[in-house]
């Protein structure tokens, strides 16, 4: 593609409300639109708030659907666990690297169905639930999620894999044991090692070595001795259950291998070379497979039944072992190569190093080490004298000691060269030896062995000067004179073990150490086709080690069998965990290993160290830290009939994308309350944050909605609010500008449900300055909850019962220590963490405080064209604000790619549809458990069998979220297998579901309108939900119904219109002009109606504004931007007349300066404004000295006002009835006016009288300014509101300031009211016209007060600016772009589907009486008269394009000659004859 | 390590094992101090109280003299001491026009000033908590003590730059290097009422009992505090507090110091612990 075009396609950065607002608008009108999220889900934070205020509806429910929508949209791809990783281009043709994190998860084949869950062992904080409680390291991040498929959060291996040499994984074996299912655990950890119960007792766990446990925090976790416990457990009730002997495989290869050495390493390999298919022969001279475990090791240590047992599961029929077969003397190493494909060496290190050039050695009474325990291990017992002597520090020497002991020895005395810090045993081998009596002797070197009658008697020992020489080589050096004589009758020789390697015939190269020399990662030799792995490459070494390389060598066999290349892709680079959080966590020991006392060791053979316990190894397992989350124990892939999980997937991918726009609207980051630490945050377990209580009080939250309390999950009685906590402050000089409400609503959400609570929220001001809020404030104290003006110091926790003190002043100005059980800290909003990293990524630029810079005028513009920003990333703001910015910087990327649209797009295409007229009904019932909502009220299993027991009902199930994406494949699958032509779904509300199931219903090829739904949430859980009986009986009912009816169902087809591309805006303001410029950058005729002479509108009056912006040059332009496009007609001087139509397709008639003009056009646009409020009050109109706000601000643009004192009085007309709203804008244009007037004359005396000073957001930092440049704000209740009257010429305020508790009389020259701002003149008129609704206060109510803030209930009309409430600038000029884009949905479209079920008339029960036509809301119906049978008939004709089906005529007919076609009223009279029992 | 000490009058009178201890735990740790020559007041709360330039000519002058005397570092042990240092160095270090006032009076034009330190900080920070470690001798680990910080320490934030200031740490970290368990509680930086012991008695009976009060109920056995007015409040108003209040509580009100020295092994004598009021004897025997 050439560089220079443009991409009909969007990249929208953050998938919450107002991403999801802005990918919904794009790709509705023709934008292919990418939806990236850094989260496994799409959703953003409002998917974790209980309700929203001002309404208290239910956040998620209002969500959900859109969340649905945005996961069925053809056009929107989202991209989950992603972020931006670079970004090249220009605006129109920007190329954006995205990196991908592993989901490890396929998408397109999980299912949700959530099997894995119930399998995952590992318990990680749930940030869902802001880690008030675990969720699994396999996941989904609400139960609504969308994507709906499932995500592993893996953080890299834990150390302790990585340090085991054979590949054991002791995290995953861990967490099964820790979650009771210990068989799983030992099939885990056999696939690595086969030898667990060896392991489990003589291995040297370098794993506990590296646990971060004990690296961290106190001690490792005994991995070791839970091994043992996991294998010992298996193997004893092995016995008892006699579990079925698994067949071997049957070779499939031809390939012989030969392995020579039966030890870990040999049998390991065969093991794996079994598996794949290969026949294998090991070789041995021992009369016995096991190698070196089972020739040397001490049987205290290890049981030679326990070897015997694990060395026979390996060796099945598929292994033919020739034992006392010496390669080398029975079979030559050459006949060997010739008669096998391959060769593995593994033959250990099994010969014992003597001392012989010591002086004495020939000495009678003289032994080597493993002779000695290897006779011992064979029940001989080898002649000792009384006193031994061992020569050597490590473990055989040990070894040798402790069994000298137990066969009659005296005195054992081990001497060795090193200190005891340097000995090369394991210190808790020297531990037990110690106990048992062994002396060990260190830093003493033999210098001779003494003899009488050739036997020996005496060892002289010389103490060690050194054991290295200055090159680093074993070259020991003793001191002079330092002789030390240990009588001794024997002495035995530990000073290390070789390889016999002379059966090689020196056919391989060895190294100079004597070992084979081999490729580290192949452990091939230096001839093709031997390996060599174990003690014989490493020198004495461990088991795991040789179990490792055993693997390893198989892995080589395999591919060098195969032809393929030994070394691709061996040996990966692993990413280790990071350091787990140990801070706060209280330190715990491991557990003690128990031993049996040393003094019934001795004389015997039996196992020295114990068993754990259940209880023990349980309490062991539960210290795991969990570091990386995932322990990979597949558990899940078991589960997963998806076969969804792939462990392998790359960690990161990245994808390119060329997009040209994009949208960044990554949300914000709670202020981190830890910070504060006077409030105790993180260590007081009842002070929680805001977002914490929203988890708490929602009802799929932690405590699936009971009110809680952390501590001890009781119900709190008192609960304290904080506000502004990282709010308002030096570091963050902003209000976060919702915390106010969210506080009033959570607290009056507690109230409803628990009345008798004593709430108290502790605030600086109430900012309740959206619609509908301050309505809302009032209410809320209504219902008892105090608010109290006072910011707490500190936070006090009561030791034991951990019940919170807080000491504030009360109104009364005393200090009080009250105690609360709960306290919410409203934390503040700041900016999203990679603000920065996308500010740098994007080039674009972030203001004082770290937010997305955006203008006055341009709310959505970054400094850079084509990346537009929205919601809280240009700053803290409400949902119906974020939602608004969405729309509005979709109608930028709109405007900017007009002439791509639809290029780029899919359409959807439906099954054919199935054609059931004529069937027998046939339906299924899917009802919803809804989480808790429904089935912690509804005995909804008992409903579900209920439903089976019904007329026509074939199928019933119960689901835990049926509008889950899921559920809707698994109800298409149910109407395949079970032939359905009717569906009822039993869950929430028709309202915002019925679309849902509806489009499923096509996709499985049904008519949409043979659906039916029974509400048995909203309608009942809800409603009775301390009746859990008389729900469940109720939505039987409610269940009985819907069957009835929809055994009558039948299919209904919509029609189309097509829609007209013109657009209409009323209203030639700031939002009108740019709501129509927005229109016709994207190329729709726009007709701009504009009442007074002028446009302009309020902005005509804004002389200037607070960040230094001219908002009269702006106008300027914005009107000359206006007024020559082209394809924007302006009416000055206009009035609606006449108003028809729906949407698509209006009719409006009106005049303008004088002449009437009819348009046609698809999309109304209300932008009317408001008007300020005329004050009464305060002489106002009788003192030229007493102006509005506007007024004064007039005043200071045409010079100075002379003035030595101005005082301002806020709220006039605000707050109070008749208008109990505020105007929200009044304290903004106060600062802005006293900065003014501080700015033209410093010493003027500037008064602000307010009741709380509502500078929310930004305005903050004026307001600090404000009072920083002198300009005095004075408190006032609203039951002592100031007083005004002349005074000498001058005017005298007086006002009672309660901080002061006294009246302050302040004279002035200059009075200003800000007055309220109040619906323009003619709102209501065009109201009628237009049909729209009002709110109480008079301006237009929107169709959903958070998540559709610029749309009507009517679709096709749209509304932005003051007339939908008070707003600022910025806050207009955004809704104004978003009222296009939301137009733009429907314009950019050819035909819109018009709803199917619809009112239909009944001509012969009409008799046109025209009741039906007055009440329709829609204006869909007229009364019409035809000839009939020769006579006039009247009738009522139905507006198909109008009516919305909601039946007000049908309800108001006597005669049913009017019914809306899918309640038709043989349907409703099923209904009642099912709710009454009858027929 | 050396730097210059400021004992300041308190550490010379009524907070003597202050001093001690805190010298002989620098002697056991290797950290050289030397008395600053000359000292005088620091000015305290009745030079601000008095006249600005007074406040700040003090402390300075005090600096003035340890910049003369080769030394970049000067630790200050009192919480008033250390605090005045702090806020006067500030005060100049922002205002060229006042430094230069000051710097008259004084008759000392500093050239690079002089680091002031807590030996919080030291201890914590610039010897490194391993240290401590290493040279434990005496098992303290059954006795539970609450860090006190007092309110001067850690505020205000900015000019102090010393541990978080509403939640400070570094005495916690300190004894629990020595093995010593410190207890969580919600009073480390209240105020007990500083110096108004004398004047407002009755205000500081009531923020000491307070504190006192809160040390007890989260079960401690005794406070460490790092500051003479705190002690003095907390040690020798504890009985009239008891007797006010009707109760008992019998809490040691050690110097952090002190109790790093018993750790280190230094004789008790070395770190006069029997100056206090409230008797430490009982204490210190359940420990050993």
Redesign the interface.
């Given at each position: 593609m050439p560089n220079n075009n443009k991409v009909g396609a969007a990249l929208v950065v953050g998938g919450g409300v107002g991403g999801m607002q802005a990918s919904l608008d794009l790709a509705e009108a023709g934008i292919k639109t990418y939806l990236l999220d850094r989260e496994t889900a799409i959703g953003g934070v409002m998917v974790q708030l209980d309700k929203t205020f001002p309404t208290n509806d239910c956040a998620m429910c209002s969500i959900a659907p859109r969340l649905v929508n945005i996961g069925r949209h053809l056009n929107i791809e989202v991209l989950t666990n992603a972020e931006i990783e670079k970004v090249t281009g220009f605006a129109g043709n920007f190329n954006v690297t995205i990196k991908k994190r592993a989901r490890y998860i396929d998408l397109s084949k999980c299912t949700g169905c959530a099997a894995c869950v119930e399998k995952c062992p590992m318990e990680v904080d749930s940030e869902f639930d802001q880690e008030l409680i675990k969720r699994k390291a396999i996941y989904r991040r609400y139960p609504q999620a969308i994507p709906s498929a499932f995500a592993i959060d893996k953080e890299g291996v834990s150390p302790c894999r990585t340090a085991c040499p054979a590949g054991v994984n002791p995290h995953a074996y861990i967490a099964l044991l820790r979650t009771g299912r210990i068989k799983e655990a030992h099939e885990l950890i056999k696939k690595a090692m086969p030898f667990s119960g060896i392991c489990g007792r003589v291995c040297h766990h370098p794993c506990e070595t590296e646990c971060y446990r004990g690296k961290l925090l106190d001690e490792p976790i005994a991995i070791c001795s839970l091994k043992r416990y996991i294998t010992d457990t298996i193997y004893s009730t092995q016995v008892a259950e006699e579990v079925e002997e698994e067949q071997p495989p049957t070779p499939t290869r031809t390939e012989k291998v030969a392995i020579i050495g039966a030890g870990p390493a040999g049998l390991t390999c065969a093991n794996d070379l079994v598996s794949l298919g290969y026949k294998v022969t090991i070789f041995d001279s021992l009369p016995y497979a096991g190698g070196m475990v089972r020739r040397v090791i001490p049987r205290y240590r290890l049981s030679p039944e326990l070897i015997d047992k694990e060395v026979g599961e390996v060796l099945t029929d598929s292994i033919k072992l020739r034992l006392n077969t010496a390669v080398g003397k029975d079979i030559s190493f050459a006949d060997l190569r010739k008669q096998f494909d391959a060769v593995f060496i593994a033959v250990g290190a099994q010969i014992s190093r003597t001392l012989r050039d010591l002086p004495g050695i020939e000495h009678e009474g003289v032994i080597l080490a493993l002779p000695f325990l290897e006779e011992v291990n064979n029940s001989n017992k080898p002649p000792i004298g009384e006193k031994v002597v061992i020569i050597g520090g490590g473990n055989v020497a040990l070894d040798v000691a402790r069994t000298a002991l137990r066969i009659g020895a005296k005195e054992t005395n081990v001497v060795c060269l090193e200190s005891w810090d340097e000995m090369l045993c394991h210190p808790w081998e020297r531990e037990e030896a110690v106990e048992e009596g062994i002396k060990i002797n260190n830093s003493l070197g033999p210098k001779r062995l003494i003899g009488e009658n050739g036997e020996v008697k005496r060892v002289e020992f010389l103490e060690v000067a050194s054991i290295f020489d200055a090159e680093g080589r074993f070259n020991p050096t003793y001191l002079p004179n330092t002789e030390k004589i240990f009588d001794c009758d024997t002495v035995v020789i530990a000073t290390g073990q070789g390889c016999d390697l002379g059966f090689l015939d020196g056919a391989l190269e060895l190294t100079p150490a004597g070992t084979i020399k081999v490729d580290p990662i192949t452990l091939e030799t230096s001839s093709q086709g031997v390996f060599a792995g174990g003690d014989v490459v490493k020198g004495p070494a461990s088991i795991v080690e040789a179990v490792g390389a055993g693997h390893e060598t198989a892995i080589s066999i395999d591919r060098y069998l195969s032809g393929k290349d030994l070394k691709e892709g061996r040996k990966p680079q692993v990413v280790v965990a990071p350091e787990p959080k140990t801070e706060g966590l209280p330190k715990k020991r491991g557990v003690a290993t128990k031993r049996l006392p040393p003094e019934t060791r001795k004389g015997n053979f039996e196992e020295v160290v114990l068993p754990l316990t259940e209880e023990e190894a349980i309490a062991e397992a539960e210290r795991c830290l969990a570091c990386a989350k995932c322990c990979e124990c597949r558990e899940c892939e078991k589960a997963c009939e998806a076969k969804a999980i792939n462990h392998e997937a790359e960690r990161e991918e990245w994808v390119e994308l060329n997009v040209g726009a994009v949208i960044l609207a990554p949300g914000y980051e709670l202020f981190d309350a830890n910070v504060k630490g006077e409030f105790g945050y993180g260590r007081y377990p009842n002070v929680i944050t805001s977002l914490e209580f929203e988890r708490i009080l929602s009802a799929s939250g932690p405590f699936a909605g009971e009110l809680l309390r952390p501590s001890d999950g009781t119900t709190p009685q008192k609960i304290a609010f904080i506000q502004c906590v990282g709010s308002r402050e030096v570091e963050a000089n902003y209000c976060s500008s919702v915390c106010c409400m969210y506080a009033t609503k959570e607290a009056i959400i507690v109230k409803e449900h628990h009345p008798e609570t004593d709430i108290t929220i502790f605030f600086t001001d109430l900012r309740a300055f959206g619609k509908g809020f301050e309505a809302y404030y009032e209410r809320a104290k209504k219902m008892g909850i105090k608010y109290i003006r006072c910011q707490p110091s500190s936070i006090k926790e009561v030791p034991g019962i951990k019940d919170l003190r807080i000491q504030y002043q009360n109104e009364a100005g005393e200090i009080v220590m009250e105690k609360f059980d709960l306290v919410i800290l409203s934390c503040g909003l700041r900016p999203p963490s990679e603000a920065g990293e996308l500010a740098e990524k994007f080039g674009l630029e972030l203001n004082e405080f770290g937010f997305c810079q955006t203008g006055q005028f341009n709310p959505v513009e970054t400094s850079r064209e084509g990346i537009y920003a929205g919601g809280l990333f240009t700053g803290p703001k409400d949902i119906p604000e974020t939602v608004i910015q969405g729309s509005a910087a979709a109608a930028k990327a709109l405007s900017l790619l007009s002439t791509e649209k639809g290029t780029l797009l899919k359409e959807k295409t439906y099954p054919p549809e199935k054609d059931v007229r004529g069937e027998e009904p046939r339906i299924g019932v899917f009802v919803c458990h809804c989480g808790k909502n429904i089935g912690g009220v509804v005995d909804v299993p008992e409903v579900v069998e209920y439903a089976k027991t019904l007329p026509n009902v074939v199928y019933a199930e119960s689901n835990l979220y049926t509008c889950s994406t899921d559920t809707a494949e698994r109800i298409k699958q149910v109407i395949d297998e079970h032939n359905l032509n009717r569906l009822i779904v039993a869950s929430c509300t028709p309202r915002t579901h019925e679309p849902l199931f509806q489009d499923t219903l096509r996709e499985a090829g049904l008519n949409p309108y043979l659906f039916e739904m029974a509400n048995i949430r909203d309608q009942c859980s809800w409603v009775h939900m301390h009746e859990p009986e008389e729900a469940t009986k109720k939505a039987r009912d409610l269940v009985r119904m819907a069957v009835a009816k929809s055994r009558l169902l039948e299919p209904l087809y919509p029609k189309f219109v097509s829609v007209n591309h013109d657009a209409l805006v009323i209203g030639g303001g700031a939002a009108g002009m740019t709501a129509a410029l927005e229109l016709a950058e994207q190329g729709f005729e726009t007709y701009l109606l504009e009442k007074e002479s002028q446009l302009g509108g309020n902005l005509r009056r804004v002389k200037f504004l607070l960040n230094g912006e001219s908002p009269q040059a702006k106008l300027e332009s914005l009107i000359e931007e206006v007024q020559n496009h082209a394809k924007i007609h302006i009416y000055t001087g206009s009035e609606v007349l006449n108003f028809e139509g729906s949407v698509g397709n209006f009719r409006t008639e009106f005049k303008s300066n004088g002449d009437v003009h009819q348009i046609n056009h698809g999309v109304v646009i209300v932008a009317t404004g408001a008007q300020e409020y005329k004050p009464t009050e305060y002489l106002y109109g009788q003192d030229e000295r007493v102006m509005t706000q506007l007024e004064l601000e007039e005043k200071l643009t045409n010079g100075n006002i002379g003035a030595k004192a101005v005082v301002m009085i806020q709220c006039m007309g605000s707050r109070e009835e008749p208008r109990v709203y505020c105007s929200r804008i009044c304290c903004s244009q106060a600062i802005k006016n006293a900065l003014k007037i501080k700015e033209k004359s410093p010493d003027t005396n500037v008064f602000v009288l307010y009741r709380d000073l509502r500078a929310y957001g930004f305005i903050e930092a004026y307001y600090r300014k404000a009072r920083d440049k002198g300009v005095r704000f004075i408190r006032y209740e609203l039951d002592e509101k100031p007083q005004v009257s002349p005074d000498n010429g001058r005017l005298k305020v007086s006002v009672h300031d309660p901080i002061l508790g006294a009246k302050i009389n302040i004279s002035c020259d200059l009075l200003t009211l800000a007055a309220a701002t109040i619906p323009r003149d003619g709102t209501k008129d065009l109201a009628q016209k237009l049909k729209l609704p009002l709110t109480g206060d008079g301006f237009f109510l929107e169709a959903h007060m958070k998540l559709r803030p610029v749309d009507f209930a009517t679709d096709g009309i749209f509304l932005c600016g003051l007339a939908h409430s008070p707003k600022l600038i910025d806050e207009s000029i955004a809704q104004a772009s978003a009222a296009a884009a939301r137009a733009s949905t429907i314009l950019s479209k050819q035909q819109i589907q018009l709803e199917a079920a619809i009112s239909e008339v009944v001509d012969e029960n009409c008799d046109g009486c025209a009741y039906c036509i007055d009440p329709c809301p829609y204006d869909a119906l007229t009364l019409i008269e035809y000839m009939k049978d020769g006579a006039v008939k009247k009738t009522v004709e139905v507006d198909e394009t109008a009516c919305k089906g909601c039946g007000v005529c049908q309800a108001t007919c006597p005669k049913q000659g009017i019914f809306v076609r899918n309640f038709r009223p043989d349907q409703l009279s099923a209904m009642a004859n099912a709710a009454l029992g009858i027929g | 390590m050396k730097y210059a000490y400021y004992p300041g009058c308190s550490l010379h009178s009524t907070a003597k094992e202050y001093d001690r201890s805190l010298r002989a735990v620098c002697e056991k740790v290797g950290i050289e101090l030397e008395e600053v020559k000359n000292w005088i007041c620091c000015g305290s709360t009745p030079a601000h109280t008095t006249s600005k330039l007074l406040s700040l000519a003090l402390p300075l002058k005090n600096l003035a003299e340890i910049e003369k005397s080769g030394f970049r570092e000067v630790i200050a042990p009192c919480a008033a001491c250390f605090s005045r240092f702090k806020l006067a160095w500030h005060e100049i270090d922002n205002e060229p026009r006042l430094a230069a006032e000051v710097e008259g009076i004084i008759e000392h034009k500093f050239r690079d000033g002089v680091k002031v330190y807590h030996p919080l900080d030291i201890l914590s920070n610039n010897m490194g908590l391993s240290k401590l470690t290493e040279l434990v001798k005496n098992d303290l680990s059954g006795l539970k003590v609450v860090c006190y910080y007092g309110c001067l320490l850690t505020r205000p934030p900015k000019v102090m730059e010393f541990d978080?200031?509403?939640?400070p740490q570094s005495m916690d970290k300190i004894l629990q290097a020595l093995g010593i368990p410190t207890l969580?509680?919600?009073?480390k930086?209240?105020c007990c009422g500083a110096s108004f012991a004398l004047t407002r008695t009755e205000i500081v009976l009531k923020l000491s009992h307070d504190i006192l009060e809160?040390a007890k109920?989260?079960?401690a056995d005794a406070i460490a505090v790092a500051c003479p007015m705190c002690q003095a409040n907390l040690d020798t108003r504890q009985e009239e507090i008891e007797k006010k209040y009707q109760t008992t509580y019998h809490l040691p009100i050690f110097y952090f110091t002190q109790l790093v020295g018993i750790s280190l092994g230094i004789p008790a004598e070395k770190l006069l612990l029997t100056r206090h009021l409230v008797d430490t004897e009982g204490v210190l025997e359940k420990v050993r």
């Amino acid at each position: 593609m050439p560089n220079n075009n443009k991409v009909g396609a969007a990249l929208v950065v953050g998938g919450g409300v107002g991403g999801m607002q802005a990918s919904l608008d794009l790709a509705e009108a023709g934008i292919k639109t990418y939806l990236l999220d850094r989260e496994t889900a799409i959703g953003g934070v409002m998917v974790q708030l209980d309700k929203t205020f001002p309404t208290n509806d239910c956040a998620m429910c209002s969500i959900a659907p859109r969340l649905v929508n945005i996961g069925r949209h053809l056009n929107i791809e989202v991209l989950t666990n992603a972020e931006i990783e670079k970004v090249t281009g220009f605006a129109g043709n920007f190329n954006v690297t995205i990196k991908k994190r592993a989901r490890y998860i396929d998408l397109s084949k999980c299912t949700g169905c959530a099997a894995c869950v119930e399998k995952c062992p590992m318990e990680v904080d749930s940030e869902f639930d802001q880690e008030l409680i675990k969720r699994k390291a396999i996941y989904r991040r609400y139960p609504q999620a969308i994507p709906s498929a499932f995500a592993i959060d893996k953080e890299g291996v834990s150390p302790c894999r990585t340090a085991c040499p054979a590949g054991v994984n002791p995290h995953a074996y861990i967490a099964l044991l820790r979650t009771g299912r210990i068989k799983e655990a030992h099939e885990l950890i056999k696939k690595a090692m086969p030898f667990s119960g060896i392991c489990g007792r003589v291995c040297h766990h370098p794993c506990e070595t590296e646990c971060y446990r004990g690296k961290l925090l106190d001690e490792p976790i005994a991995i070791c001795s839970l091994k043992r416990y996991i294998t010992d457990t298996i193997y004893s009730t092995q016995v008892a259950e006699e579990v079925e002997e698994e067949q071997p495989p049957t070779p499939t290869r031809t390939e012989k291998v030969a392995i020579i050495g039966a030890g870990p390493a040999g049998l390991t390999c065969a093991n794996d070379l079994v598996s794949l298919g290969y026949k294998v022969t090991i070789f041995d001279s021992l009369p016995y497979a096991g190698g070196m475990v089972r020739r040397v090791i001490p049987r205290y240590r290890l049981s030679p039944e326990l070897i015997d047992k694990e060395v026979g599961e390996v060796l099945t029929d598929s292994i033919k072992l020739r034992l006392n077969t010496a390669v080398g003397k029975d079979i030559s190493f050459a006949d060997l190569r010739k008669q096998f494909d391959a060769v593995f060496i593994a033959v250990g290190a099994q010969i014992s190093r003597t001392l012989r050039d010591l002086p004495g050695i020939e000495h009678e009474g003289v032994i080597l080490a493993l002779p000695f325990l290897e006779e011992v291990n064979n029940s001989n017992k080898p002649p000792i004298g009384e006193k031994v002597v061992i020569i050597g520090g490590g473990n055989v020497a040990l070894d040798v000691a402790r069994t000298a002991l137990r066969i009659g020895a005296k005195e054992t005395n081990v001497v060795c060269l090193e200190s005891w810090d340097e000995m090369l045993c394991h210190p808790w081998e020297r531990e037990e030896a110690v106990e048992e009596g062994i002396k060990i002797n260190n830093s003493l070197g033999p210098k001779r062995l003494i003899g009488e009658n050739g036997e020996v008697k005496r060892v002289e020992f010389l103490e060690v000067a050194s054991i290295f020489d200055a090159e680093g080589r074993f070259n020991p050096t003793y001191l002079p004179n330092t002789e030390k004589i240990f009588d001794c009758d024997t002495v035995v020789i530990a000073t290390g073990q070789g390889c016999d390697l002379g059966f090689l015939d020196g056919a391989l190269e060895l190294t100079p150490a004597g070992t084979i020399k081999v490729d580290p990662i192949t452990l091939e030799t230096s001839s093709q086709g031997v390996f060599a792995g174990g003690d014989v490459v490493k020198g004495p070494a461990s088991i795991v080690e040789a179990v490792g390389a055993g693997h390893e060598t198989a892995i080589s066999i395999d591919r060098y069998l195969s032809g393929k290349d030994l070394k691709e892709g061996r040996k990966p680079q692993v990413v280790v965990a990071p350091e787990p959080k140990t801070e706060g966590l209280p330190k715990k020991r491991g557990v003690a290993t128990k031993r049996l006392p040393p003094e019934t060791r001795k004389g015997n053979f039996e196992e020295v160290v114990l068993p754990l316990t259940e209880e023990e190894a349980i309490a062991e397992a539960e210290r795991c830290l969990a570091c990386a989350k995932c322990c990979e124990c597949r558990e899940c892939e078991k589960a997963c009939e998806a076969k969804a999980i792939n462990h392998e997937a790359e960690r990161e991918e990245w994808v390119e994308l060329n997009v040209g726009a994009v949208i960044l609207a990554p949300g914000y980051e709670l202020f981190d309350a830890n910070v504060k630490g006077e409030f105790g945050y993180g260590r007081y377990p009842n002070v929680i944050t805001s977002l914490e209580f929203e988890r708490i009080l929602s009802a799929s939250g932690p405590f699936a909605g009971e009110l809680l309390r952390p501590s001890d999950g009781t119900t709190p009685q008192k609960i304290a609010f904080i506000q502004c906590v990282g709010s308002r402050e030096v570091e963050a000089n902003y209000c976060s500008s919702v915390c106010c409400m969210y506080a009033t609503k959570e607290a009056i959400i507690v109230k409803e449900h628990h009345p008798e609570t004593d709430i108290t929220i502790f605030f600086t001001d109430l900012r309740a300055f959206g619609k509908g809020f301050e309505a809302y404030y009032e209410r809320a104290k209504k219902m008892g909850i105090k608010y109290i003006r006072c910011q707490p110091s500190s936070i006090k926790e009561v030791p034991g019962i951990k019940d919170l003190r807080i000491q504030y002043q009360n109104e009364a100005g005393e200090i009080v220590m009250e105690k609360f059980d709960l306290v919410i800290l409203s934390c503040g909003l700041r900016p999203p963490s990679e603000a920065g990293e996308l500010a740098e990524k994007f080039g674009l630029e972030l203001n004082e405080f770290g937010f997305c810079q955006t203008g006055q005028f341009n709310p959505v513009e970054t400094s850079r064209e084509g990346i537009y920003a929205g919601g809280l990333f240009t700053g803290p703001k409400d949902i119906p604000e974020t939602v608004i910015q969405g729309s509005a910087a979709a109608a930028k990327a709109l405007s900017l790619l007009s002439t791509e649209k639809g290029t780029l797009l899919k359409e959807k295409t439906y099954p054919p549809e199935k054609d059931v007229r004529g069937e027998e009904p046939r339906i299924g019932v899917f009802v919803c458990h809804c989480g808790k909502n429904i089935g912690g009220v509804v005995d909804v299993p008992e409903v579900v069998e209920y439903a089976k027991t019904l007329p026509n009902v074939v199928y019933a199930e119960s689901n835990l979220y049926t509008c889950s994406t899921d559920t809707a494949e698994r109800i298409k699958q149910v109407i395949d297998e079970h032939n359905l032509n009717r569906l009822i779904v039993a869950s929430c509300t028709p309202r915002t579901h019925e679309p849902l199931f509806q489009d499923t219903l096509r996709e499985a090829g049904l008519n949409p309108y043979l659906f039916e739904m029974a509400n048995i949430r909203d309608q009942c859980s809800w409603v009775h939900m301390h009746e859990p009986e008389e729900a469940t009986k109720k939505a039987r009912d409610l269940v009985r119904m819907a069957v009835a009816k929809s055994r009558l169902l039948e299919p209904l087809y919509p029609k189309f219109v097509s829609v007209n591309h013109d657009a209409l805006v009323i209203g030639g303001g700031a939002a009108g002009m740019t709501a129509a410029l927005e229109l016709a950058e994207q190329g729709f005729e726009t007709y701009l109606l504009e009442k007074e002479s002028q446009l302009g509108g309020n902005l005509r009056r804004v002389k200037f504004l607070l960040n230094g912006e001219s908002p009269q040059a702006k106008l300027e332009s914005l009107i000359e931007e206006v007024q020559n496009h082209a394809k924007i007609h302006i009416y000055t001087g206009s009035e609606v007349l006449n108003f028809e139509g729906s949407v698509g397709n209006f009719r409006t008639e009106f005049k303008s300066n004088g002449d009437v003009h009819q348009i046609n056009h698809g999309v109304v646009i209300v932008a009317t404004g408001a008007q300020e409020y005329k004050p009464t009050e305060y002489l106002y109109g009788q003192d030229e000295r007493v102006m509005t706000q506007l007024e004064l601000e007039e005043k200071l643009t045409n010079g100075n006002i002379g003035a030595k004192a101005v005082v301002m009085i806020q709220c006039m007309g605000s707050r109070e009835e008749p208008r109990v709203y505020c105007s929200r804008i009044c304290c903004s244009q106060a600062i802005k006016n006293a900065l003014k007037i501080k700015e033209k004359s410093p010493d003027t005396n500037v008064f602000v009288l307010y009741r709380d000073l509502r500078a929310y957001g930004f305005i903050e930092a004026y307001y600090r300014k404000a009072r920083d440049k002198g300009v005095r704000f004075i408190r006032y209740e609203l039951d002592e509101k100031p007083q005004v009257s002349p005074d000498n010429g001058r005017l005298k305020v007086s006002v009672h300031d309660p901080i002061l508790g006294a009246k302050i009389n302040i004279s002035c020259d200059l009075l200003t009211l800000a007055a309220a701002t109040i619906p323009r003149d003619g709102t209501k008129d065009l109201a009628q016209k237009l049909k729209l609704p009002l709110t109480g206060d008079g301006f237009f109510l929107e169709a959903h007060m958070k998540l559709r803030p610029v749309d009507f209930a009517t679709d096709g009309i749209f509304l932005c600016g003051l007339a939908h409430s008070p707003k600022l600038i910025d806050e207009s000029i955004a809704q104004a772009s978003a009222a296009a884009a939301r137009a733009s949905t429907i314009l950019s479209k050819q035909q819109i589907q018009l709803e199917a079920a619809i009112s239909e008339v009944v001509d012969e029960n009409c008799d046109g009486c025209a009741y039906c036509i007055d009440p329709c809301p829609y204006d869909a119906l007229t009364l019409i008269e035809y000839m009939k049978d020769g006579a006039v008939k009247k009738t009522v004709e139905v507006d198909e394009t109008a009516c919305k089906g909601c039946g007000v005529c049908q309800a108001t007919c006597p005669k049913q000659g009017i019914f809306v076609r899918n309640f038709r009223p043989d349907q409703l009279s099923a209904m009642a004859n099912a709710a009454l029992g009858i027929g | 390590m050396k730097y210059a000490y400021y004992p300041g009058c308190s550490l010379h009178s009524t907070a003597k094992e202050y001093d001690r201890s805190l010298r002989a735990v620098c002697e056991k740790v290797g950290i050289e101090l030397e008395e600053v020559k000359n000292w005088i007041c620091c000015g305290s709360t009745p030079a601000h109280t008095t006249s600005k330039l007074l406040s700040l000519a003090l402390p300075l002058k005090n600096l003035a003299e340890i910049e003369k005397s080769g030394f970049r570092e000067v630790i200050a042990p009192c919480a008033a001491c250390f605090s005045r240092f702090k806020l006067a160095w500030h005060e100049i270090d922002n205002e060229p026009r006042l430094a230069a006032e000051v710097e008259g009076i004084i008759e000392h034009k500093f050239r690079d000033g002089v680091k002031v330190y807590h030996p919080l900080d030291i201890l914590s920070n610039n010897m490194g908590l391993s240290k401590l470690t290493e040279l434990v001798k005496n098992d303290l680990s059954g006795l539970k003590v609450v860090c006190y910080y007092g309110c001067l320490l850690t505020r205000p934030p900015k000019v102090m730059e010393f541990d978080v200031c509403e939640y400070p740490q570094s005495m916690d970290k300190i004894l629990q290097a020595l093995g010593i368990p410190t207890l969580d509680w919600s009073y480390k930086t209240d105020c007990c009422g500083a110096s108004f012991a004398l004047t407002r008695t009755e205000i500081v009976l009531k923020l000491s009992h307070d504190i006192l009060e809160a040390a007890k109920s989260v079960g401690a056995d005794a406070i460490a505090v790092a500051c003479p007015m705190c002690q003095a409040n907390l040690d020798t108003r504890q009985e009239e507090i008891e007797k006010k209040y009707q109760t008992t509580y019998h809490l040691p009100i050690f110097y952090f110091t002190q109790l790093v020295g018993i750790s280190l092994g230094i004789p008790a004598e070395k770190l006069l612990l029997t100056r206090h009021l409230v008797d430490t004897e009982g204490v210190l025997e359940k420990v050993r």
